[in-house]
């Protein structure tokens, strides 16, 4: 299983980082042991100082498949959720000042909570609208018909570099409004309204 994430895919989440943005998708991954299911607690690493919560709609693969057309990307993934992709900016901007890769500051264990999957006939995939609440006050909004990339964009784009294999996992970005978590946080992610997804830090 294969978690496949996607930077800088809303304008709005760009810009406030000081960003540009891009003009063809920016893919990184994380390891099977970033995800985190079930509600479970999520544990404040003690190698940063400032991380960052960022709300994301994930998809679910459900077949393999190679250099994947775009027309036919809606049949590779039979599920949606929302996640968190948790970030060590202070790490992340070291690693970025220095040229180096910010894996360390994405892809450590636990930083990938994921909340429920609920089937597509469920929502239109074109306007999908999802919050993320911090401590019961919203911080983050956004909608899918603002992604840069769209779902079937995004799809085919990945499976030009990595054979997409079913159970993978695509966080497909996240809109403006990311900020710093603390020990003690409840964060609770929503699509069009439905609690999917509680992470606790501790």
């Known amino acids: ?114 909340g429920e999957f609920i089937e597509l006939s469920e929502v239109n995939l074109e306007e999908i609208n999802f919050h993320l609440t911090q401590n019961g006050v919203t911080v983050q909004k956004g909608n899918t018909k603002d992604l840069i990339f769209p779902f079937a964009t995004l799809i085919s784009y990945i499976s030009k570099f990595f054979r997409l294999q079913k159970g993978d996992l695509i966080f497909t970005g996240t809109p403006a409004g990311v900020g710093p978590t603390k020990i003690g946080d409840k964060l609770e992610g929503f699509i069009e309204g439905k609690k999917l997804l509680q992470c606790n830090v501790k």
């Open 1 to 114: 299983m294969k978690i496949f994430c996607i930077g800088r895919n809303y304008a709005d989440h760009a810009k406030e980082l000081n960003n540009a943005v891009p003009s063809q998708p920016l893919i990184f991954m994380k390891p099977p042991t970033a995800l985190v299911r079930n509600g479970r607690d999520v544990y404040y690493p003690e190698f940063t100082k400032d991380m960052h919560y960022e709300a994301e709609i994930v998809l679910k693969v459900c077949r393999n498949g190679r250099h994947v057309e775009e027309k036919f990307a809606h049949k590779y993934f039979d599920a949606i959720s929302i996640g968190i992709d948790f970030t060590a900016r202070d790490v992340q901007s070291k690693c970025k000042a220095k040229g180096h890769p910010w894996e360390i500051a994405k892809a450590f264990d636990d930083s990938a909570p994921i």
